[in-house]
Nanobody, 118 residues
């Protein structure tokens, strides 16, 4: 498995920005697809964004399109999630995940908490 460590969470007011980072222990076929998931209190975990095909392919859930940007620095084995125009409904634990394919994540980080106040 790939070891993943998230950072960058915090508390901001609505309209603010945060950038999450996910440091991976390796960049290999095991991390060919990387993703951000989130889980709000009392809700199921949902996918937020994915990046694959050496960074050439990205996907976003509709609720974050135009506000979030996923990227990766392969030289640093790090993935980022730039989050702008944050809303209270973006509050939750954000998890980094990786896998050979985007529909089968095999490695997970422990999460970083994002709290957005109105």
């Amino acid at each position: 498995q790939v070891q993943l460590v998230e950072s960058g969470g915090g508390s901001v007011q609505a309209g603010g920005s945060l950038t999450l980072s996910c440091a991976a222990s390796e960049y290999s076929y095991r991390s060919a697809c990387m993703a951000w998931f989130r889980q709000a209190p009392g809700k199921e975990r949902e996918i937020v964004a994915t990046i694959s095909n050496a960074g050439r392919s990205t996907m976003y859930v509709d609720s974050v399109k135009g506000r979030f940007n996923i990227s990766q620095d392969k030289a640093k084995n790090t993935m980022y999630l730039q989050m702008n125009s944050l809303k209270p409904e973006d509050t939750g634990m954000y998890y980094c995940a990786a896998g050979p394919l985007c529909y089968g994540m095999t490695s997970w980080g422990k999460g970083t908490l994002v709290t957005i106040s109105a």
